[in-house]
């Protein structure tokens, strides 16, 4: 069981299928980037009360003792609803978002990509009472380590997870081929061009939500380089015999370094939208 | 065709799309045109066509990535569920709510179990052994209520009514329906926070009042003038939010034909209804206890509302929403 959590963790993907029949995915948000929305919304709500005791506090001073016990009440009820319904009331109004959600690019959706409603907002952050159990939100750190879907308690029960919206940049990535030159023409004795799909599977290898080492990178890349060599007539010879890992280290990541080139030369940037 | 000419001659589309969804999530949906839905409909449609023919040629991952963001966000404005209306809230509180009550009955009784007989055997300890009652409850906490109840709250021109009182209110909302709610809650934690909540304070509610009891004449008639209207709704309210924290409690531990997860998210909603019914009873009890309970007014007028009180919040729950017995046709279908 705990290789088959670990591999879905390192992915944190969900798929979901449409009504339309085609997977899509969402990206489960992390803890860490749910408590930094978390302490966006405690800043938020601890501000909201501050400015309203002193509002409310100020205007029972014109009544007196009287006016000030009657708003201290009123601010009392405030801390009420802004302990048990903020999360509550934004994410069932606001489409799965609170304030600090939606700073970190975070949103609640129901498990089946939908989104979620007032009384499944309502459950999930009444939950968080069990969540928060002993200190700092233990009991639900243990939970989300446990389920793929990185849910809390609150999660389990109302069938919701927290994703991550920050669009993925939809160019080729561009950091990735800034360290190397492109396959000149004189390198290469035969016309071959690279097709697009080699090209996806060769991004996909340096995708940073595959968390690889160098020197596993280089033991993967390695068949797909030495086929692409034969085919492009690259002339340069290597030694590849062995798979140690300080073998990869002494031969500067060849493999990974040549698909890098080939990625360069043959990568049009064509992706829509424009963003990079 | 090839991925060059695919993404040419599908660009536009794409970007119109984005552009309407933009628009649309920007408003809310009752300022959503008929002409906007169709034509988001569509382009959605067509561009699912063009996730999963990207998804099988494999034409590199960035083109998927900006497709599947594209039909996400469409997914999510288009399958939404409809908001909840006032009118269906009134009408689950009216009806709704005793009727999954009496569905959870299992779960009530174990509920009152779990604060009735720490009450009751409170209630006996205060009365004839007041020197365990100060070990149990602390001595403050006693001496505070045999001082707040051994004289009149008010007398029938006090300036300080108003204030005192809503200051009070705001007080009773804050705690009791937060302890309320923490019983619900922590029933998600197997229950044992649950049971802890229902016996402390059955055990304290029980020793207060046997204390008092125990002094007897002006205190005791003070205190039960006083408790008797809003604890109909106050302590029935208490147990309920218990039974709710139970429920998700039997979910976890007992899932019975359902898997544990399926368990826990059929049970979790319904129990979360019963908490929310909870917490507005306890609002209306704690309205009672601000600004009715300690009106100088006869203790027998009190008696006589608090007998009303227990019996319509009995028959409330007990009677409303009853469904009508049907004679045939399990399956719900009508008679042609």
């Known amino acids: ?276 | 065709m090839n991925r060059e000419r695919f993404i040419r001659a599908r660009r536009a589309d794409w970007s119109h799309f984005e552009q309407l969804l933009g628009t649309l999530q920007g408003q809310p949906e009752r300022q959503w045109r008929a002409v906007q839905v169709a034509e988001l409909a569509r382009l959605y449609r067509s561009i699912c066509y063009d996730l999963s023919l990207v998804q099988s040629r494999e034409w590199g991952s960035r083109l998927e990535d900006y497709l599947n963001d594209l039909v996400a966000g469409g997914h999510n404005c288009l399958y939404r569920t409809s908001p909840a209306s006032l009118t269906s809230v009134l009408k689950y509180i009216v009806t709704g709510f005793p009727r999954l009550l009496r569905q959870r009955w299992r779960a009530f009784a174990l509920s009152a179990a779990l604060f009735l007989v720490p009450f009751i055997l409170g209630t006996i300890v205060g009365v004839t052994r007041p020197d365990l009652a100060v070990l149990v409850a602390g001595e403050a906490e006693l001496q505070q209520a045999t001082e707040s109840y051994s004289q009149e709250l008010y007398t029938a021109t006090d300036e300080r009514y108003t204030g005192e009182r809503s200051f009070m209110f705001g007080f009773y909302v804050n705690n009791n329906t937060g302890i309320a709610f923490q019983a619900f809650a922590l029933g998600a934690l197997a229950g044992i926070g649950t049971c802890y909540v229902l016996l402390s304070n059955g055990i304290l509610i029980g020793l207060v009042q046997g204390t008092m009891l125990a002094k007897g004449g002006t205190t005791a008639v003070n205190f039960t003038s006083f408790v008797i209207t809003h604890g109909s709704l106050e302590l029935t309210a208490i147990v309920i939010s218990g039974a709710a924290g139970l429920v998700l409690a039997q979910s976890l531990l007992l899932p019975r034909e359902r898997t544990r997860m399926e368990s826990l998210r059929h049970h979790g909603r319904e129990s979360l209804q019963l908490a929310l019914g909870a917490g507005v009873m306890l609002f209306g009890a704690a309205l009672l206890e601000g600004y009715f309970s300690p009106l100088p007014i006869a203790p027998g007028i009190k008696y006589a509302a608090g007998s009303l009180a227990w019996l319509l919040v009995g028959l409330w729950l007990g009677l409303a929403g009853r469904e009508r017995p049907v004679l045939s046709d399990p399956a719900g279908g009508k008679p042609a």
């Open chain 1, 1 to 276: 069981m705990c290789a088959s959590v670990a591999r879905r963790l390192v992915d944190a993907r969900v798929v979901v299928e449409t009504p339309e029949g085609v997977d899509f995915r969402f990206r489960i948000a992390g803890p860490g980037q749910r408590l930094w929305a978390w302490s966006i919304d405690s800043l938020i709500k601890a501000g909201a009360l501050a400015i309203l005791w002193v509002v409310l506090l100020m205007l029972g001073a014109i009544g007196g003792e009287s006016g000030l016990q009657a708003m201290a009440g009123l601010a009392t009820i405030g801390v009420f609803v802004s302990n048990w319904f903020y999360g509550s009331l934004f994410e069932g109004l606001m489409n799965g978002q609170t304030p600090g959600k939606r700073a970190a690019g975070l949103r609640v959706l129901r498990t089946n990509g939908t989104p979620i409603d007032l009384l499944t907002a309502t459950g999930r952050n009444f939950l968080r009472v069990a969540d928060a159990l002993p200190v700092g939100y233990t009991v639900g750190l243990i939970t989300m380590l446990l389920t793929p879907k990185l849910q809390r308690l609150g999660d389990l029960f109302f069938d919701t997870m927290v994703v991550s919206e920050q669009r993925s940049p939809t160019g080729r990535p561009a950091g990735l081929t800034k360290n190397v030159e492109p396959l000149a023409r004189s390198e290469c004795s035969r016309k071959f061009s690279v097709p697009e799909r080699t090209l996806a599977i060769i991004e996909r290898l340096f995708d940073p939500e595959r968390i690889l080492t160098e020197g596993r990178r280089e033991e993967i890349a390695r068949p797909l380089s030495e086929e692409l060599r034969k085919r492009l007539g690259w002339s340069e010879v290597w030694q590849t015999e062995g798979n140690q890992y300080e073998f990869f280290q002494k031969q500067g990541y060849k493999h990974t370094r040549f698909l890098l080139r080939v990625l360069k030369t043959f990568a049009v940037d064509d992706a829509p939208g424009g963003r990079g």
